[in-house]
Every structure is written in C-alpha cells, then in structure tokens.
C-alpha cells in the first residue's frame, strides 16, 4: 500500500480487518500445531514413563527384600527389618513422583513459540495504531 493511497477510510479499515482476521486465524493455526507436537511429546515421555515403571517394579521388590534380609542378618527383627525396607521403597517412590509431576507440569507443555508470536504481533499492532 502506497503513502499517498486515496481509498476511504471505510475500506482502509475493513482492509486493516481482513488482515487482522488473517493473521489470527494463522496464529490458530501455529497455536494448534504447537500444542499437537507437545501433546505427542508428552504421550511419548509418559508411555516411556510407565514402561520404565513396569520393568522396574519387580527389580524394586527384589531389591528391598534384599535390604530387609540384610538388615536381618545386622541383628534386627524381621518386622523392623521390613519397615526400614518399605520406608526405603516409600522414599524411592515419593522422589520418581515428584520428578515426573515437575516434568508434566503445564507450563512446559504451554505453546511458547505461539504464545510470544502473539506477544510479538499485539506489540507491532499497538506501534501502527
């Protein structure tokens, strides 16, 4: 569009509009396949997650009855000597938690790439307004 463009104000504006409404349903768009890419990131790492969990779980076992037969043959009864294993097992499992709930947390799958090209965008808008 040149400096010296003598059409109406009406179809400067509707013109202005038609761009608008273009460049938000392009930033839709991103914004879509943004969150599809981080929705199949976050299936991938979860399916990873719970194959991991399902081989070591009997690894687990074996090695907290390990720990409790050792911790029997240190002198404790068989009842403390299975507390202090499941505490253990308890533990290990509070901590694998945590990470995972840190690692699923809404703000890592957010749509950033989108979500600063409409920063970006509303910024330029306000400079030509």
Same mark, same amino acid.
């Given at each position: 569009?040149?400096?010296?463009?003598?059409?109406?104000?009406?179809?400067?504006?509707?013109?202005?509009?038609?761009?608008?409404?273009?460049?938000?349903?392009?930033?839709?768009?991103? /914004? +879509?396949?943004? *969150? !599809?890419?981080?929705?199949?990131? &976050?299936?991938?790492?979860?399916?990873?997650?719970?194959? =991991? %969990? #399902?081989?070591?779980?009997?690894?687990?076992?074996?090695?907290?009855?390990?720990?409790?037969?050792?911790?029997?043959?240190?002198? /404790? +009864?068989?009842? *403390? !000597?299975?507390?202090?294993?499941? &505490?253990?097992?308890?533990?290990?499992?509070?901590?694998? =938690? %945590? #990470?995972?709930?840190?690692?699923?947390?809404?703000?890592?799958?957010?749509?950033?790439?989108?979500?600063?090209?409409?920063?970006?965008?509303?910024?330029?808008?306000?400079?030509?307004?």
């Amino acid at each position: 569009m040149s400096a010296t463009d003598s059409r109406p104000v009406s179809e400067l504006f509707g013109d202005a509009l038609k761009q608008l409404s273009k460049l938000m349903g392009n930033e839709l768009q991103l /914004a +879509r396949a943004e *969150i !599809a890419v981080k929705a199949s990131e &976050a299936m991938s790492a979860v399916g990873l997650v719970v194959g =991991a %969990g #399902i081989s070591l779980v009997p690894a687990l076992v074996l090695l907290l009855m390990a720990l409790a037969a050792w911790v029997e043959e240190l002198g /404790a +009864r068989s009842s *403390i !000597a299975h507390l202090i294993a499941g &505490a253990v097992g308890l533990a290990i499992g509070g901590i694998l =938690a %945590g #990470i995972g709930m840190h690692r699923l947390k809404a703000n890592s799958l957010a749509p950033k790439r989108t979500i600063q090209q409409l920063q970006r965008d509303v910024t330029v808008a306000k400079e030509h307004v």
